[in-house]
T-cell receptor, first 111, second 113 residues
Framework: QKEVEQNSGPLSVPEGAIASLNCTYS??????FFWYRQYSGKSPELIMF????GDKEDGRFTAQLNKASQYVSLLIRDSQPSDSATYLC???????????FGTGTRLQVFP | EAQVTQNPRYLITVTGKKLTVTCSQN?????MSWYRQDPGLGLRQIYY???????DKGDVPEGYKVSRKEKRNFPLILESPSPNQTSLYFC????????????FGQGTRLTVV
């Protein structure tokens, strides 16, 4: 089992819809969770981070964490074509100084 | 401007010829790391450093070396590159630990022939 798993996609949604991206992780003791966005040919940039169970909202983005089920998700409301990118889930495993990335989900928002 | 700078951006080299990819950050970050990104495999951590003179292996350290003699610099050294090290490499830095936001450099696309 991979430490951090994501569906590679592509996930295609129409403009204005809600895009839902999911990530599961294997280390039950993980404490820190991140969502990075990576445009083609560019470096990753942080979108959201979440440490506690529940929802965290920032503008059109909402991160959801469920530690009991070991998943973290990212919701993008009112999706725009400019949101088209690969979204990387990253997890800081318990008692390590490593950051483990999933393989990413490619999101396509069509007009 | 706060940034992480990698050089070179593109490099084509031959098998066995030693090379160094430089990484420098101007944010006074303690934590720095190197990743390689390959299709279908995502970002994998090669080495990381918690502070000056403190380095540790990530998930794919074989064939790589690093050093952290100064806080701002964290070069990646390939002593004898091989074709399987052809990849896109990213350097990143964080304020304190792996559980804080990582800022990435622009990437270095390395081809080993």
């Amino acid at each position: 089992q991979k430490e951090v798993e994501q569906n590679s996609g592509p996930l295609s949604v129409p403009e204005g819809a809600i895009a839902s991206l999911n990530c599961t992780y294997s280390d039950r003791g993980s404490q820190s969770f991140f969502w990075y966005r990576q445009y083609s040919g560019k470096s990753p940039e942080l979108i959201m981070f979440i440490y506690s169970n529940g929802d965290k909202e920032d503008g059109r983005f909402t991160a959801q964490l469920n530690k009991a089920s070991q998943y973290v998700s990212l919701l993008i409301r009112d999706s725009q074509p400019s949101d088209s990118a690969t979204y990387l889930c990253a997890v800081n495993m318990e008692n390590t100084d490593k950051l483990i990335f999933g393989t990413g989900t490619r999101l396509q928002v069509f007009p | 401007e706060a940034q992480v700078t990698q050089n070179p951006r593109y490099l084509i080299t031959v098998t066995g010829k030693k090379l160094t990819v430089t990484c420098s950050q101007n944010m006074n970050h303690e934590y720095m790391s190197w990743y390689r990104q390959d299709p279908g495999l995502g970002l994998r951590q090669i080495y990381y450093s918690m502070n000056v003179e403190v380095t540790d292996k990530g998930d794919v350290p074989e064939g790589y070396k690093v050093s952290r003699k100064e806080k701002r610099n964290f070069p990646l050294i390939l002593e004898s590159p091989s074709p399987n090290q052809t990849s896109l490499y990213f350097c990143a830095s964080s304020f304190a630990r792996a559980d804080t936001e990582a800022f990435f450099g622009q990437g270095t696309r390395l081809t080993v022939v």
